[in-house]
């Protein structure tokens, strides 16, 4: 009887279980002096005939392209889930935009040239800006909204976690001078790539937004201005406001949200070949 139930449930494990692949990849282009780190998270026995949408996922300042496989380990379930792609680029300590300072560091310009027509021409992606989606945490929150404001005609969808969504207060910090120059030499450089100041860039209607950010949180304050600059330009987002500082606990949660917003997006926009 043992035996018999043993060999039940070991039936039902292999049955029900799901066994989304995880690639790492390097991605070579003319924007940065060496290939980026990449992982990539496809859904169980992937099919080419079928044109699937992705999520790229960004991580923190002083992180890497793995953090977020490695204290989100149900990222691979999601995928299976909700039938994604999610790709978790290295976007090193770069804020993930082109630095006017540092020729090394177009991050800004890898992601829209480089990185994005790689994953296309290389996994079975379907490459309507209704069917892709970016978001982060902290850095990666303000790479996101950043690429996605000023990128509409590649993402639709887009989020933050926490998001360094407005960098002036915090001069100084993260290495945001070897980026950017010193703000009292060059403030104009600061206020340009400010996520806060990029909002004239978004026509209301075109770009599913999804803002989380805690309650403790440092970049609570700015989250909120930038909540109050949307409302105030009459562009529809979601903004979650929750118990919880700027930490992994906290993100874990998030990216459950973020991922299943960004599903209904996709399930509701016009899709290819499905």
Known sequence: MKRF????LTAVFIVTAKAADVDSIKVSGSNLPDPMKVVVITPENLNDTVRYPVAYVLHGYGGAQDNWIKHQPRLKDLADQYGMIIVNPDGRNSWY??????STIRMESFFIEDLIPYID???PTNPEPSQRAVTGLSMGGHGALSLAFKHPDVFGNAGSMSGGVDI????G????????GSYDEHPERWEAVSVINLVDNVKPG????LIDCGNDDFFKQVNDNLHQVLIDKGIAHDYISRPGGHSWDYWNNSILYHLLFFNEAFKKAPVLNR
């Open 5 to 8: 139930l043993f060999l039940a």
């Open 97 to 102: 935009i082109d630095s006017p300072v540092d």
């Open 121 to 123: 021409a290389n996994y």
């Open 168 to 171: 002036l207060p915090f001069a």
């Open 173 to 180: 910090r993260w290495t945001l001078n070897d980026v950017l």
């Open 206 to 209: 075109t770009l599913n937004i």
